[in-house]
């Protein structure tokens, strides 16, 4: 069967074809699929950076209710950014299977800008609308520097960002970064049930239904974690959000744009260029994503307006959410992985996800319901989807030529841009702080500007022998 193009007859078996009809009850339980992965990833950013948030020219935080206010937004922006990917506005979107949310790459930048009271988070909102508007306008140009992202720097950025979820997804496993009873028993012990129950559906169950195994798991987990917390074997579940939530914001809300809020944004040109390298470093990973998905779900190379239309989401999407007080978004690898892996590629279908995103924004009380997922769960549906993407970058590695200059390339990008996430201190404690930010704690962003930089200046000839 042709993977893009199988117009004639609504089918189940079109999950797997790009543009194919498939039926809506069978489309909606793999579009959940996506949403559950990427849940609480999507929403943990927002609430890292706005609980941090000064107010612009105070030393006050952001109420609750605006925080939980921001959530709702994340989750919308995220909707309308897949949407955008899936069918897009003019030149905007790949007409991709890709799935669009909120970015820990802007982490650091963001938690620096929104900290400082004279900046505060009117200032990063700021940033982000034009640092937005930046990637979204690089996109648009990519047929001009394409040629610089050779064979070998892709398939190393695809490789840097499986490596670098690997402990995300550890993370997860053991009850969350920074969770206090992380690594408890309880916690390991769903996420191996949860992972041994995504393999065991993986080979029992037959057709198209064997892709749903990250779904099976997700709720076989869920359900595990329930039956603790009602027996009083370990607090894993907290209905509390949703209560929480209810009186906060109420049962149904729209989301707020920012302008109309007192929180009004604030360009600063400082902060801009603080976010605007960091969306250079995204536009790479987008790359990867973006190239990883036509190598492993398409099997064929990505073209030129997908790569240009895929960017410009990334850049315009992430406009528009800081146009509601939100932060970046970006291509999610969470869900490359699981579209590489599962081969569930049907644009409708991964829409059916996208439109429950934004339902979910528009009755709070059901996101916080998804949020209720515990982290461990998530743990053992994902380390191995992580790894799928670092198993497509070296995919992607074996169709290049291996010669001295490929060698070079990638041992020196993972050696440099692995490395200095793993070193004791600050490597770059003699440079300014933002250089830190960027390289210290993002291998993505080390592999990509080494193997950029030596792809571009070593000689094509081999000229020596090692």
């Given at each position: 069967?042709?993977?893009?193009?199988?117009?004639?007859?609504?089918?189940?078996?079109?999950?797997?074809?790009?543009?194919?009809?498939?039926?809506?009850?069978?489309?909606i339980?793999?579009?959940?699929?996506?949403?559950?992965?990427?849940?609480?990833?999507?929403?943990?950013?927002?609430?890292?950076?706005?609980?941090?948030?000064?107010?612009?020219?105070?030393?006050?935080?952001?109420?609750?209710?605006?925080?939980?206010?921001?959530?709702?937004?994340?989750?919308?922006?995220?909707?309308?950014?897949?949407?955008?990917?899936?069918?897009?506005?003019?030149?905007?979107?790949?007409?991709?299977?890709?799935?669009?949310?909120?970015?820990?790459?802007?982490?650091?930048?963001?938690?620096?800008?929104?900290?400082?009271?004279?900046?505060?988070?009117?200032?990063?909102?700021?940033?982000?609308?034009?640092?937005?508007?930046?990637?979204?306008?690089?996109?648009?140009?990519?047929?001009?520097?394409?040629?610089?992202?050779?064979?070998?720097?892709?398939?190393?950025?695809?490789?840097?960002?499986?490596?670098?979820?690997?402990?995300?997804?550890?993370?997860?496993?053991?009850?969350?970064?920074?969770?206090?009873?992380?690594?408890?028993?309880?916690?390991?012990?769903?996420?191996?049930?949860?992972?041994?129950?995504?393999?065991?559906?993986?080979?029992?169950?037959?057709?198209?239904?064997?892709?749903?195994?990250?779904?099976v798991?997700?709720?076989?987990?869920?359900?595990?974690?329930?039956?603790?917390?009602?027996?009083?074997?370990?607090?894993?579940?907290?209905?509390?959000?949703?209560?929480?939530?209810?009186?906060?914001?109420?049962?149904?809300?729209l989301?707020?744009?920012?302008?109309?809020?007192?929180?009004?944004?604030?360009?600063?040109?400082?902060?801009?260029?603080?976010?605007?390298?960091?969306?250079?470093?995204?536009?790479?990973?987008?790359t990867?994503?973006?190239?990883?998905?036509?190598?492993?779900?398409?099997?064929?190379d990505?073209?030129?307006?997908?790569?240009?239309?895929?960017?410009a989401?990334?850049?315009?999407?992430?406009?528009?959410?800081?146009?509601?007080?939100?932060?970046?978004?970006?291509s999610?690898s969470?869900?490359?992985?699981?579209?590489?892996?599962?081969?569930?590629?049907?644009?409708?279908?991964?829409?059916?996800?996208?439109?429950?995103?934004?339902?979910?924004?528009?009755?709070?009380?059901?996101?916080?319901?998804?949020?209720?997922?515990?982290?461990a769960?998530?743990?053992?549906?994902?380390?191995?989807?992580?790894?799928?993407?670092?198993?497509?970058?070296?995919?992607?590695?074996?169709?290049?030529?291996?010669?001295?200059?490929?060698?070079?390339?990638?041992?020196?990008?993972?050696?440099?841009?692995?490395?200095?996430?793993?070193?004791?201190?600050?490597?770059?404690?003699?440079?300014?702080?933002?250089?830190?930010?960027?390289?210290?704690?993002?291998?993505?962003?080390?592999?990509?500007?080494?193997?950029?930089?030596?792809?571009?200046?070593?000689?094509?000839?081999?000229?020596?022998?090692?």
């Open positions: 069967m042709d993977k893009e193009n199988n117009t004639e007859a609504v089918s189940e078996e079109n999950i797997y074809c790009l543009n194919g009809r498939v039926p809506v009850k069978k489309a339980p793999f579009g959940l699929q996506h949403v559950l992965a990427m849940f609480v990833s999507n929403l943990a950013p927002v609430l890292i950076v706005c609980s941090a948030a000064f107010v612009r020219g105070s030393e006050n935080h952001l109420s609750p209710a605006e925080i939980t206010q921001l959530l709702q937004c994340a989750m919308f922006a995220a909707g309308i950014g897949t949407c955008l990917q899936l069918y897009p506005v003019w030149k905007i979107g790949s007409r991709l299977p890709i799935v669009m949310g909120v970015s820990f790459t802007f982490l650091g930048s963001l938690l620096m800008i929104c900290t400082n009271p004279e900046l505060g988070y009117e200032g990063m909102v700021g940033a982000v609308i034009a640092g937005g508007i930046f990637e979204g306008l690089v996109g648009m140009s990519a047929k001009y520097w394409k040629r610089f992202l050779t064979p070998v720097v892709s398939a190393c950025v695809v490789i840097a960002i499986g490596l670098s979820l690997l402990s995300v997804g550890m993370d997860s496993w053991g009850g969350g970064n920074g969770a206090e009873d992380f690594g408890a028993w309880y916690h390991l012990l769903v996420g191996f049930f949860t992972l041994v129950v995504c393999l065991a559906a993986r080979y029992l169950l037959k057709g198209v239904y064997k892709n749903l195994n990250v779904l798991g997700l709720v076989c987990g869920y359900l595990l974690s329930i039956i603790f917390t009602v027996a009083g074997i370990a607090p894993m579940v907290d209905f509390s959000g949703i209560t929480k939530t209810i009186e906060q914001v109420g049962v149904f809300s989301p707020k744009l920012v302008f109309f809020t007192s929180h009004k944004p604030v360009i600063d040109l400082g902060a801009f260029f603080t976010i605007a390298i960091v969306f250079l470093v995204s536009a790479a990973e987008t990867g994503a973006t190239t990883a998905v036509c190598t492993g779900a398409l099997g064929r990505i073209k030129m307006e997908e790569l240009q239309g895929s960017l989401v990334d850049g315009f999407s992430s406009a528009i959410s800081g146009c509601f007080g939100c932060l970046p978004l970006t999610f969470q869900n490359i992985g699981l579209v590489t892996m599962t081969g569930v590629i049907n644009r409708f279908t991964i829409l059916m996800g996208a439109l429950i995103l934004i339902l979910a924004s528009l009755f709070p009380p059901l996101g916080a319901f998804f949020n209720s997922l515990p982290q769960v998530l743990g053992g549906c994902t380390v191995m989807m992580f790894g799928s993407i670092m198993y497509e970058g070296i995919k992607m590695l074996k169709g290049c030529v291996f010669d001295d200059r490929t060698m070079i390339i990638v041992s020196l990008a993972f050696c440099i841009g692995v490395g200095l996430t793993q070193t004791s201190g600050n490597f770059f404690s003699a440079f300014p702080k933002e250089v830190g930010d960027i390289f210290n704690g993002n291998a993505v962003a080390g592999v990509f500007v080494v193997s950029l930089i030596l792809s571009i200046c070593l000689p094509k000839k081999k000229t020596t022998d090692l």
